[in-house]
């Protein structure tokens, strides 16, 4: 799903019960009306593809990073309203 600042949905695709929604992003990232300043997602989005799309796109990836990588330099308010 892809919301809005304020949590209102903008697009969605119902996954498979058992897939994994991550190939599914890029395509909503680009059903986006216009591009977005951060793009903030949980650590199941960890991957240097999909954040290199959104770097391309020209927005910024606010998503975790797996245990060996470097911490994500994001403003904490971002951080701290993940969820």
Same mark, same amino acid.
């Given at each position: 799903?892809?919301? !809005?600042?304020? &949590?209102?949905?903008? #697009? /969605?695709?119902?996954?498979? &019960?058992?897939?994994?929604?991550?190939?599914?992003?890029?395509?909503?990232? !680009?059903?986006?009306? &216009? =591009?977005?300043?951060? =793009?903030?997602g949980d650590s199941g989005y960890t991957s240097?593809? /999909?954040?290199?799309?959104?770097?391309?796109?020209?927005?910024?990836?606010?998503?975790?990073?797996?245990?060996?990588? #470097? #911490?994500?330099?994001?403003?904490?308010?971002? !951080?701290?309203?993940?969820?």
């Amino acid at each position: 799903m892809i919301a !809005d600042g304020r &949590g209102r949905t903008i #697009a /969605f695709r119902l996954a498979p &019960g058992q897939a994994h929604e991550l190939p599914h992003a890029i395509s909503r990232l !680009d059903e986006l009306p &216009g =591009v977005p300043k951060w =793009v903030v997602g949980d650590s199941g989005y960890t991957s240097h593809t /999909f954040r290199e799309h959104i770097w391309t796109m020209g927005a910024r990836p606010a998503i975790p990073p797996q245990r060996h990588e #470097a #911490a994500v330099a994001c403003p904490c308010w971002i !951080d701290n309203n993940r969820n």
